[in-house]
T-cell receptor
Framework: SQQGEEDPQALSIQEGENATMNCSYK?????LQWYRQNSGRGLVHLIL?????REKHSGRLRVTLDTSKKSSSLLITASRAADTASYFC?????????FGTGTLLAVQP | DGGITQSPKYLFRKEGQNVTLSCEQN?????MYWYRQDPGQGLRLIYY???????QKGDIAEGYSVSREKKESFPLTVTSAQKNPTAFYLC???????????????FGDGTRLSIL
């Protein structure tokens, strides 16, 4: 079963623009994490936001969490061609993370 | 540098054959995980282990087996009972927290398994 569903499934933008990806999840969670995956590679952890936090920043990344709507968003500002990758949200309230299906981001130079 | 090493990068399986995927970490992490990723899909959990000599089934454990004899190693065997093994397999590790989602997971670069 998938905990999270990302929206949109695919996103294409120009370098320098901002990219926003949304994640909706089904059950209550304690924390939500965002990961990035370059083609053919493993996942890289980007940011973790706890259920008592509403917003968190890390460099060009901004994550929000709305537990009442069971949703989270990832904003990448001033995107670069190197940001091209798939982005996954992951959350869970038990002993495991459950990943969403991901958003494929393409940043055109 | 610390990290997770998966080998081989590519693996081919014949019908009726068991194959073993290697996962080694030098991060001193207690918890290790195996995931399966199909094209255009998210990750699905196969097995996880929070401590040496103990492991738990994930959501899709049928046709797979694991062992955790050493803290650093968590090999996955894809048995002949797994009828659709073609996928990208990812191993991960994390510090053992009270819950898996309390801690970031560190991933290897995967093994791509195909049927001959």
């Amino acid at each position: 079963s998938q905990q999270g569903e990302e929206d949109p499934q695919a996103l294409s933008i120009q370098e320098g623009e901002n990219a926003t990806m949304n994640c909706s999840y089904k059950t209550s969670i304690n924390n939500l994490q965002w990961y990035r995956q370059n083609s053919g590679r493993g996942l890289v952890h980007l940011i973790l936001i706890r259920s008592n936090e509403r917003e968190k920043h890390s460099g060009r990344l901004r994550v929000t969490l709305d537990t009442s709507k069971k949703s989270s968003s990832l904003l990448i500002t001033a995107s670069r061609a190197a940001d091209t990758a798939s982005y996954f949200c992951a959350g869970g309230a038990t002993n495991k993370l459950i990943f969403g299906t991901g958003t494929l981001l393409a940043v055109q130079p | 540098d610390g990290g997770i090493t998966q080998s081989p990068k590519y693996l081919f399986r014949k019908e009726g054959q068991n194959v073993t995927l290697s996962c080694e970490q030098n991060l001193n992490h207690d918890a290790m995980y195996w995931y399966r990723q199909d094209p255009g899909q998210g990750l699905r959990l196969i097995y996880y282990s929070q401590i040496v000599n103990d492991f738990q089934k994930g959501d899709i454990a049928e046709g797979y087996s694991v062992s955790r004899e050493k803290k650093e190693s968590f090999p996955l065997t894809v048995t002949s009972a797994q009828k659709n093994p073609t996928a990208f397999y990812l191993c991960a590790s994390s510090i053992f927290g009270r819950r898996a989602n309390d801690q970031p997971q560190h991933f290897g670069d995967g093994t791509r398994l195909s049927i001959l």
